[in-house]
């Protein structure tokens, strides 16, 4: 008669089995996920408001350093992040208003691009003639011609309906105002955690056993020094770009320069979604000036683009984050895809992130070597 085996060593062999320990890790893994999934919005919540009390502990601390109580500083943090908000609907509100402005003078710069082209075509009629230019000729007018019909047809109606009042872009006003109560809650948590910021700190710590928590402080300490000098040397970058793209259109003499400087200035903190933001609506604005306007508001963009890739970056950033520009791209474009602007935004420190791991800790292990 066969021995009963002891439970703990019949758990242990069952546990052996790889099949067994990989199906518990996926339903584990399934498990997180869809715990993560219930709790997604108090975790970016959370997460914005740590990145609020993160950014603002150096100014914090510096205030300190000058005797002047922790809590001051926090009530003057607030007071300019509040300020900064306020300037940023204000200014939000009268880009969308000059847009809506824009385009109820559409049919005005439908007309005149119909005059250009019948002048292009007339041009280039003296050409009908030619064996060369005669085909092309004939592919210019007739891709120009469609082209206006196809704005006056399909195009303008659309924008027209984008910002009329039940439309998605004015009516977007209303809902963002649901996000009041977010903010609320972000500013409450941003508060607590910058009184208690060093604790934080030591609290997560705690939580790894004594054995881990000199690597666990050695990986916060990179993780300081490739997410959180790229996050404060991105919001310096991004001050930058808005001021000089503001006082460019101001001087071209593009309405709304301001806020358009400002809107490019707070998109340009996600890498490379700045310019375009910005530049869209300062070439509409431009159009009804004329296309050297135009060409000028090109140009202002494209100069305040080389400033930050080759002067900017390079001496704020330094060799912070040394990504690849592709990496870059390819970081933001699956950040985008998988969490929204939350994901842009937070693609390329993690992209950072990762990269320090493995020539930190993965490139050097016995794993990657292949020894035992």
């Known amino acids: 008669m066969m021995n009963p085996v002891p439970e703990g060593n019949a758990f242990v062999s ?35 408001a740590y990145v609020i009390a993160y950014l603002a502990n150096p100014l914090l601390v510096w205030f300190e350093r000058r005797r002047v109580r922790r809590g001051v500083g926090i009530l003057f943090v607030l007071l300019a992040l509040i300020g900064l908000l306020a300037l940023a609907s204000t200014l939000l509100v009268a880009v969308i208003q000059q847009f809506a402005n824009l385009i109820e003078s559409l049919p005005q710069l439908v007309a005149r691009a119909n005059e250009l082209i019948l002048s292009l075509s007339g041009w280039l009629e003296r050409f009908r003639d030619s064996p060369i230019l005669g085909g092309f000729q004939q592919q210019i007018t007739s891709f120009t011609q469609s082209g206006a019909e196809t704005l006056q047809r399909n195009i303008l109606p659309f924008l027209q309906r984008l910002v009329s009042a039940n439309g998605p872009l004015v009516g977007g006003l209303s809902t963002a105002a649901g996000w009041l109560g977010n903010l609320v809650l972000i500013l409450i948590l941003s508060i607590y955690m910058m009184a208690g910021f060093d604790k934080i700190g030591l609290t997560l710590l705690r939580i790894f056993p004594r054995r881990w928590q000199p690597l666990a402080l050695e990986l916060s300490q990179n993780v300081e020094r490739a997410v959180g000098g790229y996050l404060r040397g991105q919001i310096l970058i991004a001050v930058a770009v808005g001021t000089m793209i503001g006082v460019g259109l101001a ?65 704020i950033l330094g060799r912070t984050t040394d990504l690849h520009p592709i990496t870059v791209l390819l970081s933001i474009l699956i950040g985008l895809g998988l969490f929204g602007i939350v994901g842009a935004l937070i693609a390329v420190p993690l992209a950072a992130l990762g990269k320090l791991l493995l020539h930190e800790y993965y490139y050097p292990s016995r794993v990657y070597k292949g020894g035992p």
């Not at 530049?279 to 431009?286: D, E, F, K, R, S």
């Open 14 to 48: 069952i546990w052996r089995n790889p099949y067994v320990r990989v199906a518990v890790f996926l339903l584990l893994a399934y498990l997180a996920y869809r715990f993560i999934g219930q709790i997604a919005n108090v975790l970016i919540l959370a997460t914005v």
């Open 251 to 315: 001087i071209v003499g593009v309405p709304q320069a301001a806020a358009i400087g400002f809107l490019a200035g707070i998109f340009n903190i996600v890498p490379y979604l700045g310019p375009i933001i910005g530049a869209l609506p300062a070439i509409l604005l431009a159009l009804p000036d004329g296309w050297l306007k135009v060409v000028l508001v090109i140009v202002v963009f494209v100069a305040a683009n080389q400033i930050e890739g080759n002067f900017l970056s390079p001496y």
